[in-house]
């Protein structure tokens, strides 16, 4: 079983692998082990995306469980080259061109496509099947978002193990491979994390004792990152070529797209370089080269505006956990725009200490989740380290019934409340009743709409009485971060024995104290108004059903066709593949022989045929951008089989003109060893008196037949001319060698016997040379002795 961490970030990917013992982070098949997060009818390397900008999607990570008319994503389709269109169900879709055909898919269609593709890649460097995953998300990802990703995960055939928040998968990295942490009763060790990507700016603390990893405090600003620092520049240069070569880049989308991947770079080399640095780009509109330069303290300086936000979830988060900055034992950082020196000075200044870098910045994220799959899973052994991370925004439950005056609510999970944790809610109901799931402070929550979800309890009736049931619902927050109601139960009262109960007349919150992969029994929290305790009854529990309805959660029919429809493409793309390398794979046999007939390959072919085998290439090529442009696979390769009949034989012919000479060598250097070996036998060399005559005869034979063999070829070779198919082959060479080889090398290897051994071999034929004789003595004496009677008859 394969254990895959996966970190989707806004801009690109990272997959981590956990095997060998260890965690590793393995490139795609570009070599690269960063993977855009571009996607194209397959998908495409980072320069593709000027190429081909209107149907090469990027960008889409934020629309996650958002609307076409939420304000983010108003926000963002100005900027983005391809199109965005409403769903039916008011959700975002985006369209690209897809088999010739406009096609409008779902943001977790998207992304299940992404995720296909990186699937593709694990697979392909751990030679395995690939289904087990954790996929890395926000921390300040709602309910709706995480639905969204998780949807998008079992598009792409993957099992998500947990949905895990960046910043503990960071900590989870850091912290479990220390040695030095505190013991689980000693004071905990606090170490801050502060993770800027792209486009979001997330910070946590986190105490670290050994084998126990918990989060205590997350804050964050979702709309900073090294993103706005790039806009400052892709503003300034647009105003600037604007008056300095009349050009309005924002009219052009090709061209905006490539100025911000250069103020990208430039960024980059601004952050390791203080000096002025130029910006050049050469044919960026109408055939106009554009240049302009830039320092760090000018970029600095118009980029105050976002530098002055860096410090306030800082502040957020310390002000959240309750500690000082006394208590910070470290400061870790991770992401890209970490590395720009003036937010690395702040995040100092700010913690008044020194901040630590011991983290791969671009990779801690992946391996983290690698670390998390692999504990989760029961394929690997890893040390024991629990994990326990926060509801990073407070949990709301509404309830109401049709009829019933019963209206109320509860904060059921407050901010930075532990999760995974389950609750238990106990409700008086004599009838089905809904509950409304949202979030607290609509303020702070980067979503437009608070709602999370409704509940419908069924089936609730009075007890037989006419009095109120007992309804007890359960309420968690699972390993992904998803709120649910997980079940609920009505409490019957029944006639017969009797046992204790608490009925309560107010809803009441009760704890289980575990997480909700190990829930055991609730213990019920009594009520100091009751008084003292009620009569007692025998009393059941009986399940109810719960029915969800969940914001902008696919339905399972729509998921299915989702998940069918991706495997329809990714067979497509198979197709597609195959049939685009067939189409290569004769283009590049064109150009590569063509270019060799008139260098290495020109001697081992006539004129004639050359200048036909010529023609026939450049009739090919023109085939290939004319009728052969789009052709099954089928037609590509009886193309190439047809130009290899005509220049593999040119090609065998160059590789045995240039092998066959070291082969004759070889085989010569061969001959002279043996024959040198069976001259020191006739001589009786005593290196060799222990050797059998029929034995050295044999190899005697070989090496004659050999030689004689070897001259014949080479005669007949030396006859032929380079322009015609050899005599003898390569093959035939090597061949004649090992039969050599396979004759002589045992018997002339063959080690001289010790002097104990041949002491026993010459009393061994001594006692048989001895036995005969008395054998023979003994007859002799038999026939005198039947002689002599003879004799005497």
Not at 411 to 420: D, G, I, L, R, Y
Request: glycine content about 6%.
């Amino acid at each position: 079983m394969s254990v895959v961490g996966i970190d989707v970030g806004f801009q690109s990917c990272y997959i981590a692998v956990a095997r060998s013992g260890g965690i590793e982070t393995i490139a795609n098949e570009y070599s690269d082990r960063c993977t855009p997060d571009f996607i194209e009818t397959l998908i495409v390397v980072q320069f593709q995306i000027i190429t081909n900008f209107k149907n090469t999607v990027h960008g889409f990570k934020k629309f996650h469980g958002r609307t076409f008319d939420d304000p983010f994503v108003q926000a963002e389709k100005p900027k983005l080259p391809y199109s965005l269109h409403k769903l039916a169900n008011g959700s975002t879709g985006i369209q690209v061109r897809y088999l010739d055909d406009d096609k409008v898919f779902t943001v977790e269609q998207i992304t299940g496509m992404l995720l296909s593709k990186l699937k593709e890649t694990s697979e392909g460097a751990l030679k395995k099947p690939v289904v087990d995953c954790v996929i890395s998300v926000p921390s300040f990802f709602t309910d709706a978002e995480r639905r969204s990703v998780f949807d998008a995960s079992q598009i792409a055939g993957l099992n998500c193990l947990r949905l895990i928040n960046d910043t503990t998968a960071v900590a989870l990295a850091y912290g479990i491979y220390k040695q030095d942490l505190p013991a689980p009763e000693e004071r905990p060790r606090n170490v801050v994390f502060v993770d800027m990507g792209h486009s979001s700016f997330q910070v946590s603390i986190a105490a670290f004792n050994k084998g126990k990893l918990k989060v205590l405090a997350t804050a964050f600003d979702p709309y900073l990152g090294g993103r706005n620092l790039d806009e400052v520049l892709v503003d300034y240069f647009c105003e600037e070529f604007k008056g300095k070569y009349k050009l309005n880049v924002r009219e052009n989308p090709r061209a905006l797209l490539r100025l911000h991947q250069e103020c990208e770079k430039l960024k980059k080399l601004m952050s390791a370089n203080s000096s002025n640095l130029p910006l050049n780009i050469e044919c960026f509109m109408n055939d106009i080269d554009v240049s302009s330069r830039m320092n760090r303290g000018q970029f600095e300086e118009m980029s105050s505006q976002y530098l002055m936000r860096v410090e306030a979830p800082l502040r957020a988060v310390l002000e959240q956990s309750k500690l000082s900055r006394d208590d910070v034992y470290a400061v870790e950082i991770v992401g890209g725009a970490t590395r720009i020196p003036a937010i690395k000075e702040r995040i100092s200044r700010f913690f008044c200490k020194d901040i630590s870098t011991t983290l791969n910045a671009d990779e801690a994220v992946a391996r983290g989740c690698a670390l998390q799959c692999a504990i989760l899973s029961p394929a690997f052994k890893v040390r024991e380290f629990s994990i326990t991370d926060v509801v990073p925004f407070p949990i709301t439950l509404r309830w109401k019934s049709t009829t019933e005056d019963g209206v109320g609510s509860c904060e059921v999970f407050s901010k930075n409340h532990a999760a995974p944790f389950s609750k238990v809610i106990t409700f008086h109901k004599k009838e089905p009743f809904d509950l409304e799931a949202f979030y607290s402070n609509s303020q702070e929550l980067p979503y437009p709409d608070h709602t999370i979800g409704c509940f419908s309890v069924q089936n609730v009736s009075p007890q037989p009485d006419g009095d109120s049931s007992k309804v007890k619902v359960k309420v968690r927050v699972n390993i992904h971060g998803i709120f649910s109601v997980s079940s609920a139960s009505l409490i019957e009262k029944q006639k017969g024995e009797v046992e204790d109960m608490q009925i309560d007349s107010e809803p009441l919150v009760q704890n289980e104290g575990r997480v909700e992969e190990q829930e055991g029994p609730s213990v019920e929290k009594q009520d100091p108004a009751a008084g003292g305790s009620k009569p007692k009854v025998k009393v059941k529990s009986i399940d109810l059903p719960v029915v969800m309805n969940s914001i902008r959660q696919l339905d399972t029919s729509v998921l299915n066709d989702f998940v069918e429809y991706e495997r329809q493409m990714i067979i497509q793309d198979k197709l597609v593949k195959e049939q685009n390398d067939a189409k290569n794979a004769v283009e590049e046999y064109v150009y590569d022989l063509r270019d060799k007939l008139g260098g290495v390959y020109e001697k081992y072919i006539t004129e004639n045929d050359s200048k036909q085998l010529t023609l026939m290439l450049e009739e090919t090529e023109n085939w290939l951008y004319e009728d052969g442009e789009d052709q099954p696979k089928r037609v590509y390769e009886e193309k190439l089989e047809a130009l290899k009949r005509l220049g593999q034989p040119i090609q065998d012919r160059h590789r045995e003109h240039e092998d066959r000479p070291r082969a004759f060598e070889e085989l010569g250097k061969k001959l002279q060893v043996y024959m040198k070996f069976l001259d020191s036998f006739k001589q009786k060399d005593e290196r060799f008196m222990h050797l059998n005559v029929e034995e050295m005869g044999t190899v005697e034979k070989c090496v004659s037949d050999s030689m004689g063999w070897m001259n014949s070829k080479m005669n007949a070779q030396s006859k032929l001319s380079i322009t015609q198919d050899p005599a003898v082959k390569v093959a035939d060479i090597i061949a004649k060698i090992q039969e050599l080889e396979d004759a002589c090398h045992p018997v002339i290897n063959r080690p001289k016997p010790s002097a104990e051994e041949t002491s026993e071999v010459n009393e061994q034929s001594s006692g048989v040379h001895a036995a005969t004789q008395a054998k023979e003595g003994k007859g002799e004496t038999k026939g005198n002795q039947q002689t002599k009677e003879m004799q005497m008859d």
